[in-house]
């Protein structure tokens, strides 16, 4: 890659090249508004080198080679972190969590609304005719998670609230895409507002579940994460920290909608 141009310089990097330095591939992205170099790892471990225009393809290189150990380091930990989110089928038996238990889809040729999905026997029942549709078969599962979500949490939402001291906020349960809580807090009445909680998390067991809860309760009263908001939630949960290592471990497993 090193090649000389026939002014005995270093060819100039091109927007959208590649550039391999000692067994690394990195994406070349060229800016006029950039004066120096910079290195990203994205999310899924692709390396970025972004470069100022006319800089010779030897300089990146020799960009790479001084940062290596910390690209290394990044990669590592992207591939430590990275979304193992499987995705599911629509198919009698398919496997689906419900607060740390298993639950197989059960294809049923009637249901009484022909979109819902139910729990029945131990089973997640859904019509042939919801499951044959993949939009509406995970429009079903999703609406399912939200309902049953919404129930179970409402009953943990008072002893935690009571535990720690705030108001009872509002909930509900829906598609927060990646998180799993958020909490708003009501402008014209500090100390209240609306926790959602994204249906996702109630795939969990229910001690993650309750940790999102507590989490999102103490940001009634101390919103961002700041040393008194940690001291506030281990006041209420102090084994926080396991439970907050065990849903990222967990979380980056779990289902988030979409279908083979
Ligand atoms: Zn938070």
């Not at 692709?46 to 690209?71: I, K, N, Q």
């Not at 969990?204 to 309750?210: E, G």
Request: proline share 5%; hydrophobic share 40%.
């Amino acid at each position: 890659m090193s090649a000389l141009a026939e002014d005995g310089r270093s060819p100039s990097m091109a927007e959208g090249g590649l550039l391999a330095v000692d067994g690394l591939e990195l994406r070349v992205r060229v800016s006029a508004r950039r004066r120096r170099f910079a290195l990203t790892v994205e999310p899924d471990a692709g390396l970025t080198l972004h470069t100022p225009e006319g800089r010779p393809v030897s300089d990146g290189e020799d960009f790479v080679r001084a940062h290596r150990s910390w690209l290394v380091g990044k990669i590592g930990l992207r591939e430590a972190t990275r979304p193992l989110n499987p995705a599911k089928r629509l198919t009698e038996g398919e496997v689906f969590r419900y607060l740390g238990r298993t639950y197989r889809l059960a294809l049923v040729a009637d249901q009484p609304t022909r979109k819902s999905v139910r729990l029945s026997a131990g089973r997640l029942a859904m019509s042939e005719e919801t499951a044959a549709d993949p939009e509406r078969g995970r429009e079903a599962l999703v609406d399912w998670y939200c309902r049953a979500g919404q129930k179970w949490a409402a009953g943990r939402l008072q002893p935690w609230a009571a535990r720690m001291v705030v108001a009872e906020p509002a909930l509900d349960v829906r598609d927060l895409g990646t998180r799993w809580g958020s909490f708003r807090s009501d402008g014209e009445r500090p100390g209240t507002g609306l926790m959602s909680l994204g249906w996702p998390l109630f795939q969990l067991p229910m001690h993650l579940v309750d940790y999102v809860i507590a989490h999102e309760l103490a940001h009634v009263r101390v919103s961002g994460h700041r040393t008194d908001f940690w001291r506030l939630l281990g006041q209420a949960l102090p084994e926080y920290q396991e439970r907050k290592n065990e849903l990222d471990e967990l979380g980056r497993r779990m289902w988030m909608g979409e279908i083979a």
